[in-house]
């Protein structure tokens, strides 16, 4: 079993203004989060994970709605 963190920070451009349509194409994208990994055998193994990301224009536009998501993955691993 092996616990980890996991995190990201970045920027998104779209084609379009996000969220909504008064915000920005441009807008900054964070995420962290936790989980387990249990390998199962050398080339096999399960993770569990939970995050937390949120998407924000950081009011570069009058409208900033901003997005926050909790996100959970169950994944499953063979073959390395």
């Given at each position: 079993?092996?616990?980890?963190?996991?995190?990201?920070?970045?920027?998104?451009?779209?084609?379009r203004?996000?969220?909504?349509?008064?915000?920005?194409?441009?807008?900054?994208?964070?995420?962290?989060?936790?989980?387990?990994?249990?390998?199962?055998?050398?080339?096999?193994?399960?993770?569990?994970?939970?995050r937390?990301?949120?998407?924000?224009?950081?009011?570069?536009?009058?409208?900033?709605?901003?997005?926050?998501?909790?996100?959970?993955?169950?994944?499953?691993?063979?073959?390395?």
């Open positions: 079993m092996q616990p980890f963190v996991i995190g990201t920070l970045g920027y998104m451009y779209t084609s203004p996000v969220p909504v349509a008064d915000a920005e194409a441009f807008n900054f994208v964070f995420d962290f989060g936790a989980g387990v990994e249990v390998f199962r055998s050398d080339k096999r193994s399960i993770a569990l994970e939970c937390y990301h949120h998407l924000s224009n950081k009011g570069t536009a009058e409208v900033n709605p901003g997005v926050d998501n909790l996100m959970f993955k169950a994944s499953y691993s063979f073959g390395r």
